[in-house]
C-alpha cells in the first residue's frame, strides 16, 4: 500500500509542474498583450474616433416645372446619366407660342409708332420754317408799307391790313414750334430701341419667350436620374415634383459620431473610411469639413420632450460632414445612403469646430440661354421694323437748334409792332 501512495504522488509531480508552466505562460501572454495594447492605445488608438453609424449623402436635385402645360415627351428614365442641360421633360407649348407671337407682333407695330414719332420731328421742323418764311414776308411788307406811308401813297388801314398779316403769321410760328417741341418731348435723350414704348414692349416678348423657352426641362447638372415620377400626357403646374437629379462625383459622407467622441475633432482633420460595398480592400481618405448645427434627435420631426417627467438621458449623436478625394470617387462610386466606417485622426486638434467651415456654393447656367435667346430675338424684331438710318435721323433731329431762327423771327416782328 505504500508502495502505491508514492507512485501517485510521482504521478501528480510532473503534472502540476506543468500547470503552473502554462499558467505561467498564460499570465506572461495577458501581460505582454496589456502592455502591447496599453503602447497601442496611447501611441495610436487614443488619436482616432472611430463610427459605423456613417452614410454617403449628397445633393438631390428636383426637376419641376415653372410653367403649367401638358407633358408630351419624357426624355430620360431612373438610372441613366444626363448632362447638364439636356431636355428632360417636354411639355405642350402651343398656348405659349401663341402667346409670344403676338407680344411680337406688338412689339413690331410699336417700332414702327416710334419711328414715325422721330420721323415727325422732321415734319414738325419743316413746318417751322415755313411759318418762318411767311412771318419774314409779311414783315417785309410791313416795312415796306411803313416806308411809303409818309408820302401817303399806302392808306392807313393797308398799313393795318400789313400789320394783321405779320400777327397771323407770328401766331401761325408760335403754333407750328409747340407741335416741334410736343413731338421732340416724345423723343429727346432716346433712340427708337431705347424709348421706353419700344422698351414696354420687349420687356413683354421677354416674358412670353421665356414662358415658351420654360416649356422644355432641362437637367441643371450632370448626374444620374432617380425618383421618376412623370409621365406622357400627365398635366403638371409649377413646383410639381417630375424627377431628381443625383450627381455622384459630388457626394459626402456624415458620420454620427457620438457627443462624447467630439472633444477633440476639429474641421480639416483627416478621415479614413470605407465602404461596405466595397469592403476594407477600398480605402477612401477624406477631410472633416463640418459639423451639424444640432443633433439628429433636435432636427427630427418630433423631437424629444426632455422637460416631461419620464425623460430619459440617451447618449446623443452630430452629424460630422466629411468630404472625399474626388479621383477615389471617380475610381470607386458610391451612391447616396450606402453604409461606411469612417476613422477620423484627431492626432492634432489645434483647428477649430466652428468659424472655419468653407462655403460651398452651387449654381448652374443652363437658363441663362433663354435670356441670351430672349434679347435676340427682341434685336431681330426691333432691326427689321427700323429703317436702315432712322435712329442715325433720330439722333440729328435732337442736336437741331429748337427754332432758333424762329425766335429771330419773333424779335424782328416785335420791333415792327
Known sequence: MSDTKQTAATARTPTNGKRKRLMALLVGVILVAAVAYGLYYFLVARFHETTDDAYVNGNVVQITPQVTGTVIAVNADDTQTVKAGDPLVVLDGADARVTLQQTEANLAQTVRQVRGLFSNNDQYQAQVAERQSDLSRAQDDLRRRLTVAQTGAVSQEEISHARDAVKAA?????????????????????????????????????????????????????????????????????????????????????????????????????VRLTA??????????????????????????????????????VVQRLPVRIALDPNELHAHPLRIGLSMLADVDIKNDSGSQLGNAQNTVYQTNVFDKYGEDADAEIARIIAANTGPSANANANAAQQKPAASRGAKAVNSASKLM
Request: proline share 6%; glycine share 8%.
Open 170 to 270: 407770328q401766331a401761325a410760328l408760335d403754333a407750328a414750334e409747340q407741335q416741334l417741341a410736343s413731338n421732340r418731348a416724345l423723343t429727346t435723350n432716346t433712340t427708337i430701341a431705347t424709348h421706353p414704348n419700344v422698351l414696354a414692349s420687349a420687356a413683354r416678348v421677354r416674358d412670353a419667350y421665356l414662358n415658351n423657352a420654360r416649356n422644355t426641362l432641362p437637367a441643371p447638372v450632370t448626374g444620374y436620374v432617380a425618383k421618376r415620377a412623370v409621365q406622357v400626357g400627365q398635366r403638371v403646374s409649377p413646383g410639381t415634383p417630375l424627377m431628381a437629379i443625383v450627381p455622384l462625383e459630388s457626394v459626402w459622407v456624415d458620420a454620427n459620431f457620438k457627443e462624447v467622441q467630439l472633444k477633440h475633432m476639429r474641421i480639416g482633420q483627416p
Open 276 to 313: 461596405d460595398v466595397y469592403g476594407s480592400s477600398v480605402v477612401y481618405h477624406g477631410t472633416v469639413v463640418g459639423f451639424s448645427a444640432g443633433t439628429g434627435s433636435a432636427f427630427s420631426l418630433l423631437p424629444a420632450q426632455n422637460a416631461t417627467g419620464n425623460w430619459i438621458k
